[in-house]
Nanobody
Framework: QLQLVESGGGLVQPGGSLRLSCAAS????????IGWFRQAPGKEREGVSC????????YYVDSVKGRFAISRDNAKNTVYLQMNSLKPEDTAVYYC??????????????WGQGTQVTVSS
């Protein structure tokens, strides 16, 4: 069964850090671009970051540039999202998804169940 499982969410104070993990089972992540998305209550889902599998190119939405970093560990079949200097507006459910191909910007085939990130004092 093809599956993506996110973990690492939680409650953190403003300025704090979290590292989200996206672990795959049933398929090999290093053949696909992987994206992180988030959805806050009452808002549309937003693309946060993506990492390609052909050359490791990374992409970030402007609001997280310089604070978030995406990486992949192919040996562990896992993609990470390191989130630093967190702000209350980063509060959302975060999802990872695998793309249909190696590069970012296309359709995403498989989605995880999401992990809640709450930034609050």
């Amino acid at each position: 069964q093809l599956q993506l499982v996110e973990s690492g969410g939680g409650l953190v104070q403003p300025g704090g850090s979290l590292r989200l993990s996206c672990a795959a089972s049933g398929f090999t992540l290093d053949y696909y671009a992987i994206g992180w998305f988030r959805q806050a209550p009452g808002k549309e889902r937003e693309g946060v970051s993506c990492i390609s599998s052909n050359d490791g190119s990374t992409y970030y939405v402007d609001s997280v540039k310089g604070r978030f970093a995406i990486s992949r560990d192919n040996a562990k079949n896992t993609v990470y999202l390191q989130m630093n200097s967190l702000k209350p507006e980063d509060t959302a459910v975060y999802y990872c998804a695998s793309a249909a191909g190696r590069v970012c910007g296309g359709a995403y085939d498989y989605w995880g169940q999401g992990t809640q990130v709450t930034v609050s004092s």
